[in-house]
């Protein structure tokens, strides 16, 4: 078995399974020695595979439960609309995570029949939506800033103020409000406690904040 087709079978064994699965129980299913496997599960935690480890009855590596939603059968017209307000949520910025976006949009175009996707390009070109793009930003801080959201996790920020001047704070994301050419993030400070708007395409840095260990 190649490898890129083994680290596809090792990440739907680990969705399929209920309970964890040592690192040797893994390379006796699929015939290689332990080191390789412990290689192969790096190369699935580094594609941004959920990958968990616990000790007991019952452990070993797992993967999140919440990584993959069941399969979902949509209709081709429900799949193109999905993918040309996609698309316009996309070009307009409304939406800050756009790596997780793009994603799901490739995902869902790839399950389209040749026909299907030749009807999705049709229809792209006669939907417009006119509207005020968003301020752009930076990338690296969306990724970071996209994680948190989702993880519930803290950050350190620095951002511009609006009479141009620098600040830094650690925070975490309660909401995100997205306003005509903004998006705003409605933050608590974890010094204070205290309830701070930043502006995304205000923030020049983002970092995750690493638990004490």
């Known amino acids: 078995m190649k490898r890129s087709a083994r680290l596809f079978a090792i990440a739907e064994m680990l969705r399929a399974r209920r309970t964890g699965v040592t690192a040797e129980e893994l390379a006796d299913r699929f015939g290689v020695s332990v080191r390789t496997m412990y290689r192969d599960l790096d190369t699935l935690r580094d594609a941004s ?13 797992a993967l999140d439960r919440t990584y993959s939603l069941p399969p979902v059968n949509f209709t081709v017209r429900e799949a193109i609309v999905l993918l040309v307000l996609g698309r ?18 490739d995902k869902v175009r790839g399950a ?6 030749r009807q999705l390009d049709a229809r792209n070109g006669s939907l417009s939506f006119v509207g005020v793009p968003g301020h752009d930003s ?6 970071v800033i996209e994680d948190a959201w989702f993880e519930g996790t803290q950050l350190d920020v620095d951002y511009v103020r609006k009479d141009g001047t620098s ?22 400070d974890a010094e ?13 840095s983002a970092r995750a904040v690493t638990a004490p260990r």
């Open 167 to 188: 600040g830094r704070r650690r925070v975490t994301v309660a909401q995100v409000v997205l306003e005509r050419g903004e998006t705003i993030l409605n933050t608590v």
């Open 112 to 117: 389209l029949p040749p026909s299907a996707q």
């Open 88 to 105: 316009l949520a996309n070009e307009l910025r409304l939406l800050p995570f756009t790596r997780t976006l793009g994603s799901a949009l």
């Open 192 to 204: 204070t406690g205290e309830r701070r708007q930043l502006r995304l395409h205000q923030i020049t």
């Open 49 to 61: 595979m959920p990958l968990a480890s616990e000790r007991g009855r019952g452990g070993g590596y």
């Open 138 to 143: 930076d990338g690296e801080v969306r990724v």
